[in-house]
């Protein structure tokens, strides 16, 4: 804590002064260590924890099993319901008023009833259709097969699930695709692209920086909705399956514990994944610095390299000003003299890197 | 630079454009050479920049003939009557015509020299290494080659506006328009940006400038055009409309920003 101040600001390496006591904080802080310490403590010897069964159960086949369909029922309905998402919310945005309306009444139906409803529906599927035929309508159908055989109850869990959250990634992305400036829209229809091209070229990798972190959300909640298709029923999966274990051996809590401790570890890697995959997006805006291969080449241009203060603390400057907007304090080149392109950083660069923060890609090879 | 005899580059005949019961163009008539320069001046809401983007089918004219380069701007003549363009025949019209605009817009998720690639790639399909040459040469044209892979939110405003000349650039159009081009900038860098544009004239660009740097205009343009409520009110030799106004709305115009 020495580079930073209590309220989260850099302190000034160059100034001594009586930093401010927080006492409150910290006896706080030790009050709060104490009642967690008390509730493990008693924890690890209450009986109903049961934990020499969690031991047993949490690498058990079965279990280990379920949480790799729970994992492929997350993956397979999230990447449906991506792909369908984005169609939706672009029909939503379209000119064409029967195409919007198709996805208006779409998202109608699937946000206003409940997921768990769906799934039950689509476990009926079978007894409401009993055989899917293709083929011309008022006709003898070319093929037709029954619809239990069709459609196992793996594909129907991942369908219910899949077109459920559709409807919501669709609003997300909506939302993403509407928070783009308009300008860059006009910008790219002037330069001659179709509407086509500026929606993948331009508006879309811009709201993929306004997509993300709510569609890292929809995952996280996708991986646990998985436990509602049950419903269906599909029994499988991690939740149905440590229930099912639990009915026979009666080992209801220890059980329960083993399924959080599977949900909580698939959560932290798609946290991890959303993670990186923001950096990925920010790139351009996020950042306040110019690309590695740039800076080195103007700082091996010039010999200027910013360094502050040796072995002092770090000045860690956070960005202040909103990203679009053009550096408060440009480098001033003379007008079309571009040798002399004098390469300054703005003053508010970070001159060091905070350590958490990895250098960002090269501007090339990055499609 | 006015070559009389060959077709103009922008007719204008009796353009008209309304935004509901609206009125922002009132019938404007009027003609630009090819290689002239044409300044646009005016108070705000004028009309200038809507004319502007109707000459690019950004805004769709409500009445009245555009056409660049003799061809008509947005629609299809045939058996005398007229037919609303598919988006792509509009959108192989706008390649030959270039803008810059106010608040610059270039991609914030691409350098500058991917900025300036990018429709080259895209919307004439031309090979990779060829169009980053072509690039490459266009930055250091507005004396940008040392910041060829920054990002925009890297570059200052005037950087910006110099590479989204060489974004339009990059197209090669027959016509330029500039659309207020330094006014989102910091008056430390305004002159930047418009020495390229001097230069681009001098190369014998069209251009029809939007603009509020009367300097500017009675420099380097060829003729002004002073519109107000939608309509042309005068037009002429930039060094005529500016020392000797004859309307009093220009010359109450003028003697505010001069």
Redesign the interface.
Known sequence: MADTAANGRPTEPGIKAIRLRHPWRNIFAVVLLLIVALFIADAAVRPAFDWPAVGKYIFDQRISQAAFVTLQLTVYSMIIAIILGVTLAIMRLSPNPVVSSIAWVYLWVFRGTPVYVQLVFWGLIGTIYQSIDIGLPFTEPWVSFPTRVALSAFILAIVGLALNEAAYMAEIVRAGLLSVDSGQEEAATALGMSWFQTMVRVIVPQSMRVIIPPAGNEVISMLKTTSLVTAIPFTLELYTRSRDISAVTFETVPLLIVASMWYLFFTSILMVGQYFLEKRFARGIGDRRPNKKADGATASMTGVTPVVGGNQPTVVLPPTDPPTDPPTDPPTDPPNDPPNDPPTDPPNDPPNDPPNDPPNDPPKGDR | MVTALATPMVVADRVSKSFGSNEVLKSISLEVQSGEVMCLVGPSGSGKSTFLRCI?H?EVVSSGRLSVDGELIGYREANNRLYEMR??EA??Q??D???V?Q?F???????A??NVM??PI??KGLSKAGVEANARALL?RV??????????????????QRV?IA??LA?EPKLMLFDEPTSAL?P??V??VL??MQ?LARDGMTMIVVTHEMGFAKEVADSLVFMDGGVVVESGHPSDVLTNPQHARTQAFLSKVL
């Open positions: 690019n950004l988006p792509k959108a192989r706008r390649r015509i270039g803008m605009f608040r817009n270039l991609f914030p998720h691409m350098t020299l991917q990018e429709a895209r919307v250091a004396g940008l080659a040392e910041r060829a892979d920054y990002y925009p939110a890297h570059l200052s405003g005037g950087q910006q989204a974004r339009a197209m910091d430390e860098l002159g930047e020495d390229v230069n």
